[in-house]
């Protein structure tokens, strides 16, 4: 039986071709989806929900976040299938565009005021359509920079994905801290509907570096060698289901981002801390600052001495510094929400951030890989994307039972350790040999996938 052919060399420079393309199409994504939770926390209770009952339309908005988190399953279903069968680059440029246009149509949308309950109705059908494009971009961008890069460096390379979601969402919060700082008559008029008009530009930028990239020399051999699958998800439940269980168990680890970003930010500017919005939007500022350093430091060291001990160190200390957290918060010091945010979000979390994009996509072979990471993540970002909206109901009436939601983030980082605990190491597995199961000389390793 034939043993898989070593993958080329990418050709000079398309490793950082690939991790440059990655970074911006994903600082787009995030720049979108961010400035979405700072306006649902901040904004949209008033401009499309009843004002007259500021909890539950605090509530309703938020729910409207975690509804793009519930479309993201079926787009990872839809665009992990196509990109599977037709390359990591068309679904990059598709989700590209897709996202630039349903932020922008954000914008544009009327208010309830305007036109009453049609109002949130279609804002949630632009969140939908935000939601199916970032299930494919992550994973189109994860498996495109890791079948691109050295093999002895997937984890830096693939890291480039994750900075550039800290890269947007450090965006979404420059562009919206002046905006928040409009005066109360002027935010809610038109000063909200900037930051999304703003996403045209980046998509275009996005677009023009995404349109020149080869596709990787991982999948051209895979096509080249066996063809496509035909049917990806049936190769995936069939040879990897119990890596997609790992891959959304440990996605839930994201719900400490959406506590930190969103329900936090609600938690610290409402009657209970009385934190200003501004200062609260620097916090989220500086943390990914600190964040774009330290995702490719800890992505560089699981090159070193592996994907799974970094990646514990994020999970498991990400539920201990969010109890810091939302503990400064709850004192209402500025100081100390800024050193506890920029260590739970900038410095811990960063390490099962910055991992995860080829902790997970090592664990799937070349023709089911993007399947693989888009199905896996997306279920357990939905879940993470709803942990905002749970978290809102268990705070308590009055919104302040910050405890409650410190240990309700914190068991929802228990199952991304189990993941890593019962996973694979695989920094060391050359890359046409990710994802298999027998050594490579059994005879399964040269099957034709039908």
């Known amino acids: 039986m034939s043993v898989p052919a070593p993958v080329p060399e990418a050709p000079p420079g398309q490793p950082k071709k690939a991790a440059t393309a990655a970074w911006i199409g994903s600082a787009l994504e995030y720049y979108d989806f961010f400035i979405y939770g700072s306006a649902a926390a901040l904004i949209f209770p008033e401009v499309f929900f009843d004002a007259s009952d500021p909890a539950t339309a605090t509530l309703l908005s938020l729910a409207t976040f975690g509804v793009a988190y519930a479309a993201r399953p079926l787009g990872a279903l839809f665009l992990g299938h196509i990109g599977d069968r037709l390359g990591r680059k068309k679904i990059m440029v598709f989700t590209l565009i897709l996202m630039g246009v349903s932020t ?4 544009c949308l009327p208010t309830r005021a305007q036109v009453g309950t049609l109002a949130p109705v279609l804002l949630v059908l632009c969140r939908v359509l935000q939601g199916v494009s970032a299930a494919g971009e992550q994973a189109s961008a994860n498996s495109m920079t890791l079948e691109h890069a050295p093999g002895h460096r997937r984890g830096f390379f693939t890291s480039f994905t994750l900075s550039g979601t800290q890269g947007g969402q450090l965006l979404a919060t420059l562009v919206f801290i002046p905006v928040a700082a409009l005066p109360e008559e002027h935010l809610m008029a038109w000063g909200w ?5 703003l996403s045209v530009a980046v998509a275009v930028v996005g677009y023009v570096i995404r349109r020149n990239l080869d596709e990787t020399p991982a999948f051209t051999r895979q096509t080249a060698a066996q063809g496509v ?3 990806p998800l049936l190769v995936l439940v069939r040879e990897h289901w119990a890596d997609v269980l790992r891959v959304i168990g440990g996605a839930l680890i994201a719900s400490v981002s959406t506590i ?12 209970s801390v009385g934190m200003s919005r501004t200062a609260m939007l620097w916090v989220g500022a500086l943390a990914n600052v600190v964040a774009l350093a330290a995702i490719p430091l800890w992505a560089t060291l699981s090159d070193r001495i592996g994907r799974r001990p970094v990646f514990l160190v994020g999970a498991a200390g990400s539920a201990v510094t969010m ?3 939302l503990w400064a918060v709850s004192t209402g010091s500025y100081p100390l929400t800024f050193l506890c945010g920029v260590l739970c979000f900038g410095v811990v ?4 951030n910055g991992v995860w994009p080829a902790f997970y996509g090592e664990m799937f072979a070349t023709r089911v890989r993007l399947s693989g990471v888009a ?3 997306q279920i357990g970002f939905a879940v993470a994307g709803f942990a905002v909206t749970f978290a809102a109901r268990i705070a308590g009436p009055d919104g302040d039972d910050w405890t409650a939601v410190a240990l309700f983030t914190a068991a929802l ?4 350790v189990i993941a890593a605990l019962t996973a694979r190491e695989t920094h060391a597995v050359p890359t046409e040999q990710l994802g298999e199961r027998v050594p490579v000389s059994a005879p399964r390793a040269a099957k034709v996938t039908a």
């Open 413 to 416: 980082c228990v199952p991304p």
């Open 323 to 325: 109890f810091l957290y």
């Open 193 to 197: 509907r900037v930051p999304f008009w």
């Open 104 to 107: 922008f149509l954000i914008g």
């Open 260 to 271: 930190f970003t969103v329900w936090a930010l609600a938690f610290a500017t409402g009657d």
């Open 375 to 377: 199905i896996g993540t």
């Open 349 to 352: 979390y960063s390490a099962a």
């Open 229 to 231: 699958v035909k049917m």
